[in-house]
């Protein structure tokens, strides 16, 4: 959906290969690279980096990018405005990765198990994703890793600092990206995935003036209270203004017409959502 992205790798373990092949082409994913990982975090990552300057994962290098983004599978809600507020610092600063607040102390034991120290929570922030690169910062850092980085690191940001001298500028995160880990934490990520996808309505109409303008009025009282999209069109064409919708992820549609029978114009309507596959990915609602 961010058409400034060139290419995405995504870095699968080698018994998931298989199973990420199927999803890329279940849902019609376009410039996905699939690489193989390695048996730590940073062993992957610089894996998915080599793409670029390596045909160890590849049989033909990609174009190497000005800037590369890190992110994680577990974090799925992050929105293209804080990805570009990353690249941007990035491409100034030459790293950069997003923050939050802590919400618990952290706090140090001694060998006996007791307390040894606690950290000033106010002093420190929790590292998360969206990271960016210049990349020939973060590939160079990777090229100089120990075996000790690349199997026990988990900061990106720190091998910028330590080989390439690179000060990461840190770019305050938003509440969604908190990390699945849990199982618990499925549960609570359908939740938020459904209700997104009940806050945004688009109200289709005929071109014509008065269904037009029943169509607005219906818009004007619903955007007190969810995010609504009102498009006259001609359902006989290929509108973009309705594609655009469907490029949204819109899943909600009401389509208001003045004929007692309509069902041509619904079936031509019913249609172009489906080629649009958007029902692949989720239920649509058509009133």
């Known amino acids: 959906r961010i058409s400034w992205i060139s290419n995405i790798i995504v870095v699968v373990s080698s018994e998931n290969i298989e199973t990420m092949k199927s999803i890329i082409e279940k849902y019609g994913h376009k410039r ?4 193989k990982g390695g048996i730590t975090r940073h062993r992957s990552i610089f894996n998915g980096l080599k793409v670029f300057a390596e045909n160890e994962f590849s049989n033909h290098l990609l174009q190497k990018p000005e800037v590369v983004i890190i992110h994680d599978a577990v974090r799925p809600f992050v929105e293209e405005d804080i990805i570009s507020k990353v690249v941007m610092a990035a491409k100034e600063h030459g790293a950069a990765g997003a923050i939050r607040p802590l919400v618990s102390t952290v706090i140090a034991s001694a060998a006996d198990g007791c307390l040894d120290h606690s950290l000033e929570r106010a002093r420190y922030r929790a590292s998360e994703m969206p990271q960016a690169f210049l990349f020939d910062i973060i590939y160079g850092a990777y090229q100089q890793c120990t075996d000790y980085d690349l199997d ?3 900061e990106c940001l720190h091998l910028a ?3 390439c001298k690179t000060n990461a500028k840190l770019v305050e995160g938003t509440a969604d990206l908190w990390k699945v880990t849990y199982k618990r934490d499925l549960y609570a990520t359908e939740s938020i995935i459904k209700d997104n996808l009940s806050q945004k309505v688009c109200v289709v109409t ?3 003036e008065t269904v037009a303008q029943a169509g607005f009025l219906l818009c004007e009282s619903l955007k007190s209270q969810i995010n609504v999209e009102a498009i006259s069109i001609s359902l006989s064409k290929n509108d973009s203004n309705l594609q655009n919708i469907f490029s949204a992820q819109c899943y909600n549609f009401v389509c208001i017409n003045d004929k007692k029978y309509a069902i041509q114009e619904t079936q031509q309507l019913v249609d172009m959502l489906e080629k649009s596959n958007l029902p692949v990915l989720h ?3 058509l009133i």
């Not at 996905?32 to 690489?35: A, G, K, P, S």
């Open 206 to 208: 005929d071109v014509k």
């Open 152 to 154: 026990y690191g988990t």
């Open 32 to 35: 996905v690279v699939i690489v």
């Open 161 to 163: 600092l330590k080989y």
């Open 283 to 285: 239920r649509v609602v």
